[in-house]
């Protein structure tokens, strides 16, 4: 496959985000050729940003009639939360094969991510990966590298820190209600969760979390009603090995040097990640606090830093790569990591509803 042609389901921020990290592709063999939005303005944006690429495409209101175009070998899907499922299950049962890359969250719901894992079980002619970025980081790559390599001993706590802006305005405001994004804990979190379990290397069993919307939205009003999302939460993470995580949400501290900061410790040493900053720090017990590396972290790879880092053009290269290569495929990211980040962020939710520890058993079911 000399070319690769892309559509792309859903082009508001997030798409036409992608658009621009796909065109930052086009050595690779990557090309925009259509897209599907039912919003006038979003179209004509991502219009204008394929124009500038020269890159003609094809616009279609509805996902369905992209499908059956024919038009496209890939298919992104960056629409709204809770229009993911309905739209994975028709890519997924189109005659057509088409490869996927879904941004996170996979869907809104364990059932719905459940589903959408056994269907695709019976497409074994295309690849799909859910677009848990956050992965591709410069320094959180480094700090998987560093805990794949054992220097840090076994791992016993993961610590994670988002403080950070409110979320942003879209289209419809749709991510203002719980309903449309699982929950922030969903939404914003279920990268955070992802990071943990791989750092962890272990399934969670138990969540407990306390949370609340303190300060943001609470003087918006759409159709009558006030914004559930929450802006704030702790959640405490226990995994089948021992080992447990810890996520610390604020969502009203624009004033943070470093939006994430991550901690990783195990029983030989501690390694430390920051975002954006971009450094890695690296201790060991033996050495103690006069030991401690810094590390600036980067990827001469990146050709476009975009919304995230650079994790995006990460993501897509990989995943261009994994779409080009011969054999079987096999995702970077593949169903099963989105359906547990969800389910983590369901039962934190949960968790924060019942004022109680729940077990991932609760959520996840036979």
């Known amino acids: 496959m000399d070319t690769v042609r892309y559509g792309i389901v859903g082009v508001g921020m997030m798409g036409r985000e992608h658009l621009i990290n796909l065109s930052h592709l086009r050595h690779e063999g990557a090309a925009v050729v259509c897209i599907a939005d039912p919003h006038t303005p979003s179209q004509q944006l991502a219009l204008t940003l394929a124009e500038s690429y020269n890159w003609p495409l094809k616009v279609f209101t509805g996902h369905k009639e992209l499908l059956d175009s024919g038009l496209c070998d890939v298919v992104i899907v960056s629409s709204p939360n809770m229009t993911h499922y309905e739209i994975l299950m028709d890519i997924i049962n189109h005659p057509k094969p088409h490869h996927v890359l879904v941004e996170k969250p996979l869907c809104t719901t364990v059932s719905d991510c459940k589903k959408v894992v056994e269907a695709a079980k019976k497409r074994s002619d295309i690849l799909v990966q859910v677009g848990l970025e956050y992965r591709y980081m410069p320094p959180v790559a480094k700090l998987i590298d560093i805990v794949k390599s054992g220097s840090l001993g076994q791992i016993k706590m993961v610590a994670i820190r988002e403080h950070r802006f409110p979320f942003l305005v879209k289209v419809n405001n749709w991510n203002r209600f719980n309903i449309n994004t699982g929950g922030t804990l969903v939404e914003k ?112 790879k990146i050709r476009y830093d975009g919304l995230h880092h650079g994790s995006s053009y990460l993501e897509h290269l990989h995943f261009l790569s994994t779409i ?33 520890f729940v077990t991932m058993s609760e959520v996840l079911g036979g």
């Open 189 to 300: 979190c279920c990268h955070f969760f992802d990071l943990m379990r791989l750092f962890a290397g272990s399934d969670p069993v138990r969540v407990m979390a306390s949370g609340s919307i303190d300060v943001n939205h609470k003087d918006e009003l759409y159709d009558g009603k006030v914004p559930d999302i929450i802006d704030n939460a702790y959640v405490i993470i226990e995994f089948e090995n021992g080992s447990r995580g810890m996520l610390d949400l604020c969502m009203f501290a624009e004033g943070s040097k470093n939006e994430q900061e991550i901690s990783v410790v195990g029983d030989s040493g501690k390694g430390e990640a920051f975002v954006p900053e971009s450094i890695v720090r690296l201790g060991s017990r033996k050495e103690g606090r006069d030991g401690v590396q810094t590390i600036r972290a980067a990827d001469d």
């Open 324 to 356: 080009k290569a011969e054999g079987q495929k096999i995702p970077a990211v593949d169903l099963q990591d989105g359906l547990i980040s969800v389910a983590m962020g369901v039962a934190a939710q949960l968790s924060i509803e019942l004022g109680r």
